[in-house]
């Protein structure tokens, strides 16, 4: 199962293999692929075991790596990999593929165009991503980085893509005029579809549910940034929210809920971490989190587990980038990665 998110966050159930394909994580619990310090680190559910699975990587002061995506068989990584020149700050983004176990290191970028956001297909056998020729465009390739061809190849801005989970359409967000909206397209870059269309798509926040039927963003049609649903050919939106400052959504892995993050009630410089049914009823705040001084832009993110019954979120409450969990009562709050490094998220992995 998938929950295609467009935060730092994705939501996977795969099996996780090493050099034998065999199980190892637990049908009953999970593990969590995430950054820290510029590597790609994998955890337990309760924070122990982490290994590192770029150590073989030439990362330093100025490079670093952002996980993209885990194949839905569980055996591949799509990662990039960013270095920075210290003289003109000149930094280059590859895109690279590599095995679950950080074996077998291999870069996509075999031609001029240098992939962002890449994303698998469902089977696993194409990658959908966002590249800038003339413009910027939506892509696909197979996933050995080959048969390039441009699927959107209009004038508008478009990226962040995803495949719907049935793989017969992607999802992107496309730019024209200023105004931002959410657009289906085939895979041949046929019937291409404003799902929004309002214009008014906010910080190109959406989360496509696991059984591809509905879509959850956010929106400032009404003049402030609010949560927002509707189904996967744009029909019957509704508004879950009526405040400000609220984005990141992402659905429960039933498809029952929604986390998301909003500008505190209480505090300017704080974020809450919030749940709410996709009927927009029984809305509650779990955790506050304060934003880093030193970073105006910063956002948390939050994403259910999949037990329905605990949220991952990212805090600075310990002054540096953490990753949390926390039952969806607001109890038994955990600090995970407690390291004294960058935490982000990456993806869930899960034995189903």
Same mark, same amino acid.
Request: hydrophobic share 30%; with cysteine; proline share 3%.
């Given at each position: 199962?998938? !929950?295609?998110?467009?935060? #730092?966050?994705?939501?996977?159930?795969?099996?996780?293999?090493?050099?034998?394909?065999? !199980?190892?994580?637990?049908?009953?619990?999970?593990?969590?692929?995430?950054?820290?310090?510029?590597?790609?680190?994998?955890?337990?559910?309760?924070?122990?075991?982490?290994?590192?699975?770029?150590?073989?990587?030439?990362?330093?002061?100025? +490079?670093?790596?952002?996980?993209?995506?885990?194949?839905?068989?569980?055996?591949?990584?799509?990662?990039?990999?960013?270095?920075?020149?210290?003289?003109?700050? /000149?930094?280059?983004?590859?895109?690279?593929?590599?095995?679950?176990?950080? =074996?077998?290191?291999?870069?996509?970028? !075999?031609?001029?165009?240098?992939? %962002? &956001?890449?994303?698998?297909?469902?089977?696993?056998?194409?990658?959908? #991503?966002?590249?800038?020729?003339?413009?910027?465009?939506?892509?696909?390739?197979?996933?050995?980085?080959?048969?390039?061809?441009?699927?959107?190849?209009?004038?508008?801005?478009?990226?962040?893509?995803?495949?719907?989970?049935?793989?017969?359409?992607?999802?992107?967000?496309?730019? =024209?005029?200023?105004?931002?909206?959410?657009?289906?397209?085939?895979?041949?870059?046929?019937?291409?579809?404003?799902?929004?269309?309002?214009? /008014?798509?906010?910080?190109?926040?959406?989360?496509?549910? $696991?059984?591809?039927?509905?879509?959850?963003?956010? $929106?400032?049609?009404?003049?402030?940034?609010?949560?927002?649903?509707?189904?996967?050919?744009?029909?019957?939106?509704?508004?879950?929210?009526?405040? /400000?400052?609220? @984005?990141?959504?992402?659905?429960?892995?039933?498809?029952?809920?929604?986390? #998301?993050?909003?500008?505190?009630?209480?505090?300017?410089?704080?974020?809450?971490?919030?749940?709410?049914?996709?009927?927009?009823?029984? +809305?509650?705040?779990?955790?506050?989190?304060?934003?880093?001084?030193? !970073?105006?832009?910063?956002?948390?993110?939050?994403? #259910?587990?999949?037990?329905?019954?605990?949220?991952?979120?990212?805090?600075?409450?310990?002054?540096?980038?953490?990753? &949390?969990?926390?039952?969806?009562?607001?109890?038994? %709050?955990?600090?995970?990665?407690?390291?004294?490094?960058?935490?982000?998220? @990456?993806?869930? %992995?899960? +034995?189903?």
């Amino acid at each position: 199962m998938k !929950n295609y998110c467009l935060i #730092f966050i994705s939501l996977f159930s795969i099996v996780l293999f090493n050099c034998e394909p065999e !199980n190892i994580i637990d049908p009953d619990d999970f593990k969590i692929l995430y950054r820290s310090d510029g590597y790609i680190f994998i955890m337990d559910s309760d924070g122990s075991n982490k290994v590192n699975l770029s150590e073989n990587l030439s990362i330093g002061t100025y +490079a670093g790596v952002a996980i993209n995506d885990v194949s839905s068989d569980g055996r591949k990584i799509l990662f990039t990999y960013n270095v920075t020149d210290s003289i003109d700050w /000149h930094t280059e983004i590859t895109t690279h593929i590599m095995d679950i176990n950080g =074996k077998n290191v291999k870069s996509l970028d !075999n031609s001029c165009l240098r992939p %962002l &956001y890449p994303q698998f297909s469902p089977d696993g056998s194409y990658v959908v #991503f966002e590249a800038t020729e003339d413009t910027d465009d939506v892509y696909i390739m197979n996933n050995d980085g080959s048969n390039i061809r441009n699927i959107t190849n209009d004038i508008d801005r478009d990226w962040f893509p995803r495949f719907t989970p049935d793989g017969s359409k992607i999802i992107y967000v496309s730019e =024209k005029n200023d105004n931002m909206d959410i657009y289906s397209i085939n895979l041949d870059g046929t019937d291409k579809t404003n799902l929004t269309n309002d214009g /008014h798509l906010w910080g190109a926040d959406y989360c496509i549910s $696991s059984d591809g039927s509905r879509i959850v963003y956010t $929106s400032s049609m009404d003049g402030q940034s609010n949560i927002y649903f509707m189904n996967i050919d744009g029909t019957e939106q509704l508004k879950l929210t009526n405040s /400000h400052g609220n @984005g990141n959504p992402s659905f429960s892995f039933d498809n029952t809920k929604v986390t #998301f993050i909003s500008s505190s009630t209480e505090d300017i410089d704080s974020y809450d971490i919030k749940v709410i049914d996709i009927d927009g009823g029984n +809305a509650i705040t779990l955790a506050t989190t304060k934003r880093p001084s030193q !970073n105006d832009y910063w956002q948390p993110n939050s994403l #259910f587990c999949p037990d329905n019954d605990r949220i991952l979120f990212t805090s600075y409450n310990d002054d540096n980038n953490e990753i &949390y969990i926390i039952d969806i009562d607001g109890e038994n %709050l955990v600090n995970l990665t407690n390291s004294p490094t960058e935490d982000s998220f @990456g993806i869930i %992995l899960t +034995a189903d």
